[in-house]
């Protein structure tokens, strides 16, 4: 047996919901944590050791949100629990005024970002053949990194026009869709509750040489 080729047009991977909908909020999280970024830096400077600092705590969380999160069963509200993380922490860091205030609302906010990227990449895998696979983490990563470029432009003009605050205030906006968009399509989310998260199958045979 062999893992065949697709033999589907590019983009028809697209037309199943969970590809789709973990494409779309992956675009709105890693736009809402670009727009961190950038708030964070516009806060503390490029020169100071602060900026670094807060988002090393930011990154902590987040593995450490993978670690404790990691074993909880994805049922269909999974992606909109985890989103809420990063948009609560989002929306504290708009009231923070200082290192302390909002390293503590980014790591409530990091708590939620590996768990959230580990339940799209699960809902994906268990939604499509194992020769799409390719071309579906493909759109993924796509929509991710065009979130992050626009998140950070929507931030830096917010922050020309308002200062540091207005970043992470679009960061909340973009945080918010991203709970919002699988709350709304929660019925494309499958329920992976007792399920296995592997592709589907999908192999073939192959013939062999005369002995």
Not at 20 to 47: H, K, R
Not at 76 to 89: E, Q
Not at 94 to 102: G, K, S, Y
Not at 132 to 141: F, H, I, K, L, Q
């Amino acid at each position: 047996m062999r893992i065949p080729r697709s033999k589907r047009r590019l983009g028809v991977v697209l037309a199943r919901p969970p590809v789709l909908l973990a494409t779309v909020v992956g675009f709105l999280l890693v736009g809402a944590c670009a727009a961190i970024e950038a708030s964070v830096v516009a806060t503390f400077g490029e020169e100071g050791a602060e900026s670094g600092i807060v988002l090393a705590i930011w990154a902590v969380a987040s593995l450490a949100g993978g670690l404790g999160f990691g074993n909880i069963p994805i049922g269909p509200w999974a992606l909109a629990r985890r989103m809420t993380f990063v948009f609560v922490g989002a929306a504290l860091a708009m009231f923070a005024f200082d290192f302390w205030t909002i390293s503590g609302a980014l790591v409530i906010s990091g708590l939620g970002i590996a768990p959230a990227l580990a339940v799209m990449f699960s809902i994906v895998s268990a939604s499509v053949k194992f020769s799409d696979t390719a071309e579906a983490y493909g759109w993924v990563g796509t929509g991710q990194l065009v979130g992050a470029a626009l998140g950070s432009a929507a931030a830096g003009f917010l922050i020309d026009g308002y200062g540091s605050v207005g970043g992470f205030i679009a960061a909340a906006g973009i945080a918010l869709l991203g709970v919002l968009v699988p709350v709304v399509f929660r019925r494309a989310h499958p329920d992976l509750r007792g399920r296995d998260a592997s592709p589907l199958a999908d192999t073939e045979p192959v013939a062999l040489p005369p002995s």
